[in-house]
C-alpha cells in the first residue's frame, strides 16, 4: 500500500497537545459548570477539588493560548510570501474560497442521491469549517477567560456588569466546541464507514493513495501535474506505533463521549 | 444595676487616691510615662509611617481622596456624576414620604420597593418580619453564584439587622462605596466598576431580562443561535453522510436532472456573474500597474 504524506510532524504536534489541552479544559470546566451535582463533584475529585480543578484550567487555558500564538508564527513561516496572495487563497491553503461553497451545495446533493460527488481538493469544507471553529473558539474562549481569570484588573476597563456576560459567553462557546467535536468532528473523521474504525492520517501523517484519490481526486491529479507526486510518497507507520495511535485515539473519543452524554444526562441539575 | 454603678465610682476614685498618694514616695510612674513614650515611639517607626507612605489600595480611594473617588468608576463607565445628592431631612416611610417622579411610572408593588431600597431599615413595617428568612421571600436572590459556590450568607453583604435599603446614602450596599465595604473583603482591590457586576442575575433566557438587562439578553440569544445553527446544519448533514455510505457511491435518483438543472441556474445567476465582474475589474487594475 502506497501512501502519501499529509500532514507534516508539527502540525500533527499541534493536534495532538490540542487534543490533551481540550479535553482538560472540557473535564475541569465541566467539573466547575456542574459542580452542584453529583457528577461534578466526581469530575472535580480527579483534580482534587473545585479549586484545584480552577487553577488546572486556568494554567491550560494559557498553554492553549500560548499554543495559539506558537500556531499563528507557524503559520507565518510556512507562507510562501513571494507568491503571496495566491499562497494564501490557493488550493493548499485553509482558508475558505469560492469553490467550498458550490462543493458544499454539490456535496448535499451527493448525500441527497442527486448529484454526482464532488470533486475535493486538498481540504474539504468540513475540514476548513473545522479548522477556523477551533481558531474561533480559542480567540472567544481565551479572551473571555484572560478577562475572568482577573475581573478586578479588567474591570478598570469596562464596566464590572460586562463580566455577567462574557461568563455566559465562555460557558456557550466551551458547550458548542464539546458537543460539536463530540457528535460532528469525530464522526466525520473517525466513525463513518469510509474511515471506520479510525482515520490515522492526524496521528501517522500520511493517508493511503488509492483511498485519496478517491475522496480527493483534485488533489491528486494536481500533484500528478506538477510531478511532485512521488517526492510525498512515504512507507506506512510500524505496527505497534499504529496500536498506540488507536488506543491513545479512542481513549481521547471515549473520554469525550463520556463527558458530552453525562453533560446531557445531568442538565436537570444546572437548574433545579 | 445602680449599686454597680457606685460600686464601679467609688473603686475608681479609691485607685485614683492611692496613686496620688503614692506619688511622692514612688517615682515609678516616671519609668513608666517613659516606657510609654519608647514604646509610641517604635510604633511610629514600624507601624505608623509606614503605613503612611503607601499608597492607598483601590478600595480605600472612597475615603482618601475626593478627585480620585469616582474616578474609577467614570473611567469605565464613562458616566460622570458631578454632585452628590444627600438624602433629604424630612423622615423617609414607606407611604409617600419620596416626592413622586413623573417622569418614571412604576407599577404599585414595584414602586414600594423602590422606595424600600431608599430606607434605613428597609423592611421597616412588615409584619411577622421576625418570623421570616430572607429566602422566604426573596426565593429568586439566592440562585447565585456567590451563594451557591462561596456559600456566602445574605448578611455577609447585606448586613446585620436593620438591613438597610441598598439605596440608601449612608448603607455600605450605596453603590459609591459598596466596592469598598463590600466587595473588597474578599475581591482584593476591588473598585466602583468592580462592584457593579449583578451579583443577583437575571436569567438570561427570561423575556423580562430584555428590560433589566439588555445586553445580557441579546448576546446570550445571539450566541444560542451560533450554536443552534451549527447543530442544526451539521447534524442532518452528519446523520446523512453517515447513511449514504452505505449505497454505492454512482448511485443517483430520478430527480437528478431537476437538481443538476436549479444549481447551474442558482450558480450562473447568483455568483458567477458577479464574481466575474469582480474579477474584471480587479484584473483591469493590475494590468495597467503592470504597464506603469
Known amino acids: 500500500m502506497t501512501r502519501i504524506k499529509r500532514f507534516p510532524p508539527a502540525q500533527r504536534l499541534f493536534h495532538l497537545l490540542l487534543m490533551l489541552s481540550f479535553l482538560t479544559q ?62 494564501v487563497y490557493g488550493p493548499d491553503s485553509l482558508l475558505p474560497r469560492k469553490e467550498d461553497f458550490f462543493q458544499a451545495l454539490q456535496h448535499v446533493g451527493w448525500l441527497l442521491g442527486k448529484r454526482e460527488s464532488p470533486r475535493f481538493d486538498r481540504w474539504g469544507y468540513w475540514e476548513k469549517f473545522d479548522y477556523l471553529a477551533v481558531f474561533w473558539g480559542i480567540n472567544i474562549l481565551g479572551g473571555t477567560g484572560i478577562i475572568l481569570y482577573n475581573p478586578v484588573f479588567f474591570s478598570h476597563f469596562m464596566p464590572g456588569w460586562v463580566l455577567n456576560v462574557l461568563l455566559w459567553v465562555h460557558r456557550i462557546e466551551a458547550v458548542l466546541a464539546i458537543a460539536h467535536v463530540t457528535t460532528i468532528h469525530f464522526f466525520i473523521g473517525h466513525l463513518r464507514r469510509h474511515n471506520f474504525p479510525m482515520d490515522l492520517a492526524m496521528f501517522e501523517g500520511s493517508v493511503d493513495l488509492e483511498k485519496a484519490r478517491h475522496e480527493r481526486p483534485a488533489w491528486i491529479e494536481r500533484m500528478e501535474q506538477k510531478g511532485n507526486l512521488h517526492t510525498s510518497m512515504v512507507s506506512r507507520a510500524p505496527f505497534p506505533l499504529r496500536i498506540v495511535y488507536y488506543c491513545y485515539g479512542y481513549t481521547i473519543i471515549l473520554c469525550f463521549i463520556y463527558l458530552f452524554i453525562n453533560g446531557l444526562a445531568n442538565a436537570r441539575g444546572l437548574f433545579g | 444595676m445602680r449599686n454597680n454603678w457606685l460600686l464601679r465610682d467609688h473603686t475608681f476614685g479609691a485607685v485614683i487616691s492611692r496613686r496620688r498618694n503614692n506619688c511622692h514616695k514612688n517615682p515609678a510612674w516616671l519609668w513608666s510615662v517613659i516606657v510609654f513614650m519608647i514604646g509610641l515611639f517604635l510604633l511610629v517607626i514600624f507601624f505608623i509611617l509606614p503605613a503612611s507612605f503607601q499608597k492607598p ?183 446523512v453522510w453517515g447513511l449514504r455510505e452505505f449505497l454505492p457511491d454512482k448511485y443517483l435518483s430520478r430527480s437528478r436532472q431537476h437538481f443538476a438543472g436549479f444549481m447551474r441556474v442558482l450558480r450562473e445567476l447568483l455568483l458567477d456573474k458577479y464574481l466575474s465582474r469582480l474579477r474584471l475589474r480587479f484584473a483591469g487594475g493590475r494590468e495597467k500597474n503592470d504597464q506603469d
Open chain 1, 26 to 87: 472540557a473535564a475541569t470546566g465541566l467539573s466547575r459548570l456542574y459542580i452542584e451535582t453529583e457528577w461534578g463533584r466526581f469530575l472535580a475529585s480527579f483534580f482534587g477539588g473545585y479549586n484545584q480543578a480552577t487553577t488546572i484550567h486556568w494554567w491550560v487555558g494559557l498553554f492553549m493560548l500560548a499554543l495559539l500564538g506558537v500556531h499563528v508564527l507557524y503559520i507565518l513561516f510556512r507562507i510562501d510570501w513571494r507568491m503571496f496572495p495566491k499562497a
Open chain 2, 57 to 239: 489600595a483601590w478600595a480605600q480611594k472612597e475615603v482618601t481622596s475626593k478627585p480620585y473617588r469616582y474616578s474609577e468608576r467614570e473611567m469605565s463607565t464613562r458616566s460622570y456624576e458631578r454632585y452628590e445628592v444627600k438624602p433629604r431631612t424630612y423622615p423617609v416611610s414607606v407611604r409617600g414620604g419620596i416626592p413622586h417622579r413623573e417622569t418614571i411610572t412604576l407599577s404599585p408593588i414595584a414602586e414600594k420597593v423602590r422606595r424600600r431600597k431608599y430606607l434605613a431599615d428597609s423592611h421597616w413595617g412588615l409584619k411577622f418580619y421576625n418570623r421570616l428568612t430572607c429566602i422566604k421571600c426573596h426565593p429568586q436572590q439566592a440562585r447565585n453564584l456567590h451563594a451557591q459556590r462561596a456559600k456566602i450568607t445574605c448578611r455577609q453583604c447585606h448586613g446585620p439587622e436593620p438591613i438597610a435599603g441598598i439605596n440608601h446614602y449612608y448603607s455600605k450596599m450605596y453603590p459609591r462605596r459598596r466596592h469598598a465595604f463590600i466587595c473588597a473583603k474578599c475581591h482584593e482591590g476591588a473598585n466602583a466598576s468592580f462592584a457593579t457586576y449583578v451579583v443577583h442575575e437575571p436569567s438570561p433566557i427570561a423575556g423580562s431580562t430584555r428590560e433589566s438587562f439588555p445586553l445580557l439578553f441579546y448576546i446570550f440569544w445571539m450566541m444560542a443561535a451560533i450554536a443552534v445553527g451549527t447543530f442544526a446544519a451539521f447534524i442532518p448533514h452528519t446523520v
